[in-house]
């Protein structure tokens, strides 16, 4: 199975392929964002790095846009370990991955597109 990864802050993300519609910079679908459910990686991490790009995932009528910090790449996802809520309580986290030293937290597209990290309007984007 292959994986985007992604970075807010120190913390890195993984999302299976299989959801990824489109990634974008964040100012070229400025406009988009309001029609859309998203997610933005800054607020909900609290961290201080811009989030400059946009990653659209969907399937069906679930559609919802992240707004993280950088695109990394695309690899293999390898063996996925349980996620020690200890670390940061995010209901849409699935496991975790190792992958050179590093450690990637595994989006649950299932809970990413029901829970409520919505942005109130486009002006706080």
Request: glycine share 6%; proline share 2%; charged share 35%.
């Amino acid at each position: 199975m292959k994986g985007l990864k992604f970075k807010q802050g120190d913390f890195h993300f993984i999302v299976e392929v299989k959801y990824v519609l489109h990634v974008a910079s964040k100012s070229d679908v400025e406009d988009d964002l309001r029609e859309i459910k998203s997610v933005n990686f800054q607020k909900l991490l609290n961290t201080g790095s811009e989030s400059e790009e946009v990653i659209f995932l969907g399937r069906d009528d679930d559609i919802v846009a992240m707004i993280v910090e950088k695109v990394i790449e695309v690899s293999e996802i390898g063996e996925v370990f349980p996620f020690e809520k200890d670390i940061f309580v995010i209901e849409f986290i699935k496991g975790m991955v190792k992958y050179n030293g590093i450690i990637y937290y595994l989006i649950d597209f299932e809970k990413i597109t029901e829970v409520d990290y919505e942005e109130e309007s486009p002006s706080n984007r």
